[in-house]
Nanobody
Framework: QVQLVESGGGLVSAGGSLRLSCAAS????????MGWFRQAPGNEREFVAG????????YYADSVKGRFTISRDNAKNTVYLHMNSLKPEDTAVYYC??????????????????WGQGTQVTVSS
């Protein structure tokens, strides 16, 4: 069973940057789509960014486009979310997810079948 572990969350001022990492327990993720989601208190978990198996094709939610970048290092079994120009509305628990069995970029939460435990990102104004 693949396990995903996020790290890199924390408290940052508005306009600042953070890099989240998601380490997978097995190399299996190298062939599949990966994504990042977030959930703020009282809100549904929402798609943030996704990558196909290679990292060449990515997709972003409109709210983070131009500020966030998803990347992956399949040799290290790790996916990253680079977050720049952070805003208070970016505050949420961020989750890494794998769509095992799917190689192309997907945005639907239902397509992802393996999830990390989440990491808190708090952006102060």
């Amino acid at each position: 069973q693949v396990q995903l572990v996020e790290s890199g969350g924390g408290l940052v001022s508005a306009g600042g940057s953070l890099r989240l990492s998601c380490a997978a327990s097995k190399r299996i993720i190298s062939g599949y789509a990966m994504g990042w989601f977030r959930q703020a208190p009282g809100n549904e978990r929402e798609f943030v960014a996704g990558s196909d198996w290679s990292g060449d094709r990515t997709y972003y939610a409109d709210s983070v486009k131009g500020r966030f970048t998803i990347s992956r290092d399949n040799a290290k079994n790790t996916v990253y979310l680079h977050m720049n120009s952070l805003k208070p509305e970016d505050t949420a628990v961020y989750y890494c997810a794998a769509a095992l069995g799917t190689s192309y970029t997907v945005t639907s939460r239902s397509a992802y079948n393996t999830w990390g435990q989440g990491t808190q990102v708090t952006v102060s104004s």
